[in-house]
């Protein structure tokens, strides 16, 4: 009876430390997604304000939007250059590194939160009185680095499961696809091995096992 009770303490223990664990790991997602909304949020519309707000500069200086779009470009070639820099390296240390990694690497940088943030700092100095930023450049600052944040999400984020797939690289290979089985396997004699041990148990062994075990759907499949 006190093994039972031990038992029953130490599961019990275990659960809760997992429940625990689990409120927290939602609760940080939660308050990252707020504060990656906000952030969002608050970029556009100081985008806008700034956008109609020096509407001349914009119409004076047309090629804004053709800056942005040689940014893109230009960010897209630099990261291909690091990658590719520290191909070797990436390639025979640590984990190591295949050529189709790196080109997903390259293609799935997406600019987000942080960037935005900077930007918005240096919005922010540009508009208290200082000779050094101009309110145009803070403007700018925000304006491009929005645009490549839109584009980045946009168009990398939206094509890199295409490019995952035409690189074959969405399927688990034979030995993976072996061990994935068999952990699967190994956790499921595991779970009836503990599962049999239960109707042992003093207090659990009169339960109706069979219902028990209708209702698991682990169990069943």
């Known amino acids: 009876m006190t093994h039972s009770k031990f038992m029953y303490v130490f599961i019990f223990s275990e ?12 609760f940080r997602e ?3 997604y707020i504060a990656n909304t906000i ?3 608050l970029s556009g519309v100081i985008i806008a304000d700034g956008v109609l707000r020096h509407n001349v500069h914009f119409e004076r200086h047309g090629t804004s939007w053709g800056f942005l779009l040689l940014l893109y470009f230009y960010v897209q070639m630099a990261r291909a250059a690091v990658v590719g820099a520290l191909y070797l390296l990436l390639r025979y240390f640590g984990y190591g590194l295949d050529f189709k990694e790196a080109i997903i690497i390259v293609w799935s940088g997406l600019r ?3 960037s935005l943030s900077l930007a918005l700092s240096v919005k922010r ?6 000779p050094f930023l101009k309110p145009e450049v803070g403007t700018m600052f925000v304006f491009f680095t929005g645009g490549i944040v839109f584009l980045t999400l ?11 797939h035409a690189l074959g690289m969405d399927n688990l290979s034979v030995t993976k696809l ?7 396997h190994e956790i499921l004699n595991k779970t009836l091995e503990a599962f049999g041990d239960l109707k ?3 207090e659990l062994g009169p339960a109706d096992w069979v219902t028990v075990k209708k209702y698991i759907t682990g169990l069943s499949n």
């Open 154 to 164: 946009i168009l990398n984020g939206s094509t890199t499961q295409f490019l995952l």
């Open 125 to 130: 100095a540009s508009d208290t009185a200082q």
């Open 178 to 184: 072996r061990m994935s089985n068999y952990a699967r």
């Open 39 to 41: 952030i969002f949020i």
């Open 30 to 32: 939660i308050v990252a």
């Open 15 to 26: 659960i809760a430390y997992l429940y625990l664990t689990a409120v927290l790991f939602v």
């Open 112 to 114: 987000g939160a942080v």
């Open 200 to 202: 042992d148990d003093e």
